[in-house]
Nanobody, 118 residues
Framework: QVQLVESGGDLVQPGGSLRLSCTAS????????MSWYRQVSGKQREMVAS????????NYADSVKGRFTISRDNDRNQVYLQMNFLKLTDTAVYYC???????????WGQGTEVTVSS
């Protein structure tokens, strides 16, 4: 079955960096786009970044453009989110998302917590 497992969340100071990883299994990873979302307690989950199946196209939320970079390694079935110049407002639980299959079905990881605090 499809599984997504995130890691890399931590407590970091403003201006710091973190790299999140998501390891996928159970589907042909290199055939599907992947995305990162985040959610603050009590708020709607929002898209942070997405990447095409072979990594050539990335999209970012305006709030993270120029600071975050999404990438993927199709040999390792992993997608990454490099987060630089972190702000207090980046504090959230970050989720990996895949939309897979026919008919398509949405899958989420369990989330990894990022806390930006001084």
């Amino acid at each position: 079955q499809v599984q997504l497992v995130e890691s890399g969340g931590d407590l970091v100071q403003p201006g710091g960096s973190l790299r999140l990883s998501c390891t996928a299994s159970g589907f042909p990873f290199n055939a599907y786009p992947m995305s990162w979302y985040r959610q603050v307690s009590g708020k709607q989950r929002e898209m942070v970044a997405s990447i095409s199946p072979h990594g050539g196209v990335q999209n970012y939320a305006d709030s993270v453009k120029g600071r975050f970079t999404i990438s993927r390694d199709n040999d390792r079935n992993q997608v990454y989110l490099q987060m630089n110049f972190l702000k207090l407002t980046d504090t959230a639980v970050y989720y990996c998302r895949a939309v897979v299959g026919s008919p398509t079905r949405e899958y989420w990881g369990q989330g990894t917590e990022v806390t930006v605090s001084s």
